[in-house]
């Protein structure tokens, strides 16, 4: 891992276009971003592919994984890209402008201080709450409420990450808003102490 400052680390043959990024942020190789906002600390693994989204901090997003993973239309004859990239296949075709427009209308939401595992996909429109976790290779066709543990294709609960006390503690602590200074000054607290202690001892 690189060492990160306020500016983005972007890793050998990525792809970016329309993207805005937070302070401390990774970008892992051959990942490709468009459409979206990469908030404060957080990072991607490498072949990431990310569209139309916002995520926000300290978000743990592994290798492989696909977020807002783009659709085609099934209400038409054909789903083929020549509907809507016919400019690729003509010279007097346009691309259809209301299709690309639509889908980029269609954010998806990632909480602060998630984990998206390994190969996971997010569709479209959806929000992983603050805390969340979805495991390797989960589709996640529908929100994911915070603190919560999500497996399997399609995406179910499998178990919260903590009681409802310490959730709720922690999503009034909202520690991912701490200055740079104040993370570091807690380190050792956040290395040591479980969920309960920590919210108790900053609460």
Wanted: net charge negative; glycine share 6%; hydrophobic share 40%.
């Amino acid at each position: 891992m690189a060492r990160l400052t306020e500016d983005p680390c972007v890793h050998p043959d990525c792809e970016l276009a329309d993207v805005t990024f937070g302070r401390f942020c990774e970008v892992g190789r051959g990942s490709r971003i468009q459409n979206s906002h990469l908030n404060d600390y957080s990072y991607c693994d490498r072949y990431a592919d990310i569209a139309n989204a916002q995520v926000g901090k300290f978000a743990n997003i592994a290798a492989f994984v696909r977020i807002g993973a783009t659709d085609h239309p099934m209400d038409t004859a054909s789903m083929h890209h020549f509907l809507y990239r016919a400019a690729d296949y003509w010279d007097d075709a346009e691309n259809d402008a209301v299709f690309f427009a639509h889908r980029r209308s269609r954010t998806t939401l990632i909480g602060h201080d998630t984990w998206i595992g390994h190969a996971a996909m997010i569709k479209p429109e959806v929000t992983i709450g603050h805390g969340a976790i979805v495991a390797s290779g989960a589709i996640v066709t529908r929100d994911v409420a915070p603190y919560t543990i999500v497996t399997g294709t399609p995406a179910a609960k499998l178990r919260d990450r903590h009681e409802p006390a310490v959730v709720a503690d922690l999503l009034a602590l909202a520690w991912w808003d701490w200055p740079h200074d104040r993370l570091r000054t807690a380190l050792d607290d956040f290395r040591s102490l479980s969920a309960a202690a920590f919210v108790k001892s900053y609460g």
